[in-house]
């Protein structure tokens, strides 16, 4: 199958309702082949296109690092880069893909969690430096989302980089999808050091769209703090 070909059947596929389905199908290809074309479907505004994107996207490169580990690097790196002002682009997707790209597989989560931690941290002093913080809301969005993504899968690996002390200010935030996701993190962190920030949120009736469970459903910030506070409870009843 010519690579035009293969394009316009994983963009039809991704158009589907049936996530495990869609992904098994994308299974049956190389997976260096649909990856290309996952690139386009993570930037789409279709929102159903976009999620089933990105969730093939760590499914694929996944699949890739366990034949050729330097390609899925290849693939990480371009995510990056995408986010990088000197691109000329936007980057919409990439951290959500590199976040379930992560929790796919644990080589690649190892080499690249301190690189979707930094998304989330200014840059120091010159010496210092070790943040890339994202700026665009659409993107923080999306960054932490995946951070939430990561703590339920991976919550060892961003509690020991520290990545609960960065989340903390987005509790804060003018966004409320923002302050929503970031609560979610927290509680899939189960961090109790965050719960007194997350109380604040108990009231905050202001509403956004999540994906999870392989599905988009509206919430609210307090839904998502309440959440998060039973969570963390079940973790440390004294808080």
Same mark, same amino acid.
Request: charged content about 30%; overall charge negative; some cysteine.
């Given at each position: 199958?010519?690579?035009?070909? =293969? ?10 309702? $049936? ?10 290809? #190389? ?5 290309? #074309? ?11 296109? @976009?999620? %089933? &994107? ?17 390609? &899925? ?30 929790? !796919?597989? #644990? ?9 979707? =931690?930094?998304?989330?941290?200014? *840059? ?5 430096? !070790?943040? %890339?913080?994202?700026? +665009? ?13 990561? &703590? ?8 020991? @980089? ?12 003018? *966004? #409320? ?5 970031? &609560? ?28 999870? $469970? +392989? ?7 307090? $839904? ?16």
């Amino acid at each position: 199958m010519s690579s035009r070909a =293969i394009k316009k059947t994983v963009l039809h596929l991704l158009e589907g309702d $049936d996530v495990e389905e869609i992904l098994a199908r994308l299974d049956e290809f #190389p997976a260096k082949d649909v990856i290309q #074309p996952l690139f386009s479907g993570i930037c789409r505004v279709d929102e159903q296109v @976009r999620w %089933n &994107a990105v969730r093939a996207m760590g499914r694929a490169v996944a699949r890739l690092a366990d034949e050729d580990m330097e390609g &899925a690097r290849v693939i990480m790196r371009r995510l990056m880069w995408s986010l990088n002002e000197e691109s000329g682009g936007i980057g919409w997707g990439a951290p959500e893909a590199m976040a379930e790209i992560m929790v !796919h597989h #644990p080589g690649l989560a190892g080499e690249y969690v301190h690189i979707l =931690i930094s998304y989330m941290r200014e *840059d120091g002093e010159e010496l210092f430096q !070790h943040g %890339n913080f994202l700026e +665009n809301e659409a993107l923080q969005r999306g960054l932490l989302w995946g951070i939430g993504t990561m &703590a339920a899968a991976r919550p060892r690996l961003l509690l020991e @980089r520290g990545a609960a002390d960065d989340l903390v200010k987005y509790l804060h935030s003018a *966004d #409320p999808e923002a302050r929503g996701l970031a &609560a979610r993190a927290l509680g899939l962190l189960r961090w109790a050091g965050a719960a007194e920030h997350i109380r604040g949120l108990l009231g905050d009736e202001s509403r956004l769209r999540l994906y999870e $469970d +392989n599905r988009v459903r509206a919430v609210t910030v307090a $839904d998502l703090a309440h959440r998060a506070l039973d969570l963390i409870r079940q973790a440390d009843p004294a808080s």
